[in-house]
């Protein structure tokens, strides 16, 4: 195993015995040195990974992150931006749900521990931070400011629901089926705000006959308007 997947793991078990403590103690009642010594690492360990104690039911934002970061700089100059972030909040939301337990766990302490539910939406706000960036810099030229903070915080919302709901019912709801209801919801928003018709217009020349107008004609009537 390479040493960055042993740091990894190594992470990732501190988190979990972490979380493991401060559910049968209290958050308040277990220590940094406690962690360390049930994680059977040293204090300089977990610092090393952790920057504090609020920290520690987080060890898969940073990745996470990074991951996200990197799919958005992939995209090509043609890809719509708003379907680039959505791509990746769907990527972000199919890696939460492959560590079901830390997400279990996390969400029982963040529902009892308001320090934490604070740290988590610090956490969430990074991916926010991160994709309305992306599509400042992205949306065609003239979008007013305020639509890309807008979209990054609604397709964040969508994806913290679909994953909320998924956490609080311990795995029984479809998480990615809400999360991709949610996105065409936005889709839908965003078609209207462009003004972008949901049909698509058909241009043709035909000759200018009898026969041709009367075709035209039947068409017309049967079509359905787009007002």
Not at 41 to 48: K, Q
Not at 132 to 158: E, H, K, N, V, W
Not at 175 to 180: D, I, S
Request: avoid cysteine; glycine fraction near 6%; charge should be neutral.
């Amino acid at each position: 195993m390479a040493v960055a997947e042993r740091g990894q793991d190594a992470k990732y078990r501190i988190a979990e015995t972490a979380m493991a403590l401060f559910l049968e103690q209290g958050y308040e009642a277990v220590t940094v040195e406690a962690v360390a010594e049930a994680s059977r690492v040293s204090r300089r360990t977990v610092f090393r990974h952790f920057g504090g104690k609020d920290e520690l039911p987080f060890p898969d934002h940073s990745a996470r992150l990074a991951v996200l970061d990197r799919h958005l700089a992939s995209a090509g100059p043609d890809d719509d931006p708003v379907e680039v972030v959505i791509a990746g909040t769907e990527e972000s939301l199919r890696d939460f749900l492959s560590r079901p337990q830390l997400v279990f766990r996390r969400y029982r302490l963040t529902r009892l521990v308001p320090e934490l539910r604070n740290r988590e939406i610090v956490e969430h706000e990074r991916y926010v931070t991160l994709t309305s960036a992306f599509l400042r810099t992205r949306l065609p030229p003239g979008t007013p400011a305020y639509q890309s903070t807008g979209l990054a915080a609604l397709i964040d919302a969508m994806h913290r629901s679909a994953l909320r709901n998924w956490a609080r019912s311990d795995g029984a709801t479809d998480a990615l089926g809400e999360l991709e209801a949610g996105m065409e919801w936005v889709r839908t928003l965003t078609s209207a705000a462009s003004g972008t018709p949901d049909r698509q217009l058909l241009l043709a020349m035909v000759p200018d006959t009898p026969a041709a107008r009367r075709t035209l004609r039947s068409l017309r009537d049967a079509a359905t308007p787009l007002d």
